[in-house]
């Protein structure tokens, strides 16, 4: 039981359905189903069926999506293991995900370093065809003032010397 226990808990932090994570999964499923029949024989209440429904419901679907899963991963590891790779494929399957030096590189952002230049020289251009664009306001020697989205319409800020005036006044 405490060998169990113990691959119960390092099955959470494993990627993927495990073997003891399902059997504890169908046993606690198991167990509701009991419950929920026994319930519903002393209460004849309804929800209790309903609530038996939904739950086989759930542990169905949990055991298809763990056996798909399982199909899934089987099929990735057939199509590629590592032992039949080439370096030239390696270094091709780098060259996809974006380096520039391939296998040797050591970072892969250094090909997608030099698109995302050529984008913001791209986007500099547009936004300074933008710019030229724009016509400035005729009266632009008119100060305006920010509408106060609080309320207050004063537009009156405190500096320093106000708080200094505060604290002066508080010791009082």
Known sequence: MASFMEDLWSSIFTAGPTPTLLLATNATFAALQTLLLILLLATYSIHFAILSILSGALWYSINWFAQELKQAQAQTARQETPAEKTPEAIQSDAKTRGTTEGADSDTETE??????????????????????TLQVPDNSSEVRKRLSVSGESSGYTSTDSEWEKVDDSAGN
């Open 111 to 132: 090909g997608s370093m030099s698109r995302k230049g050529a984008q913001a020289l791209s986007s500099a251009a547009q936004s300074a065809t933008a710019s030229t």
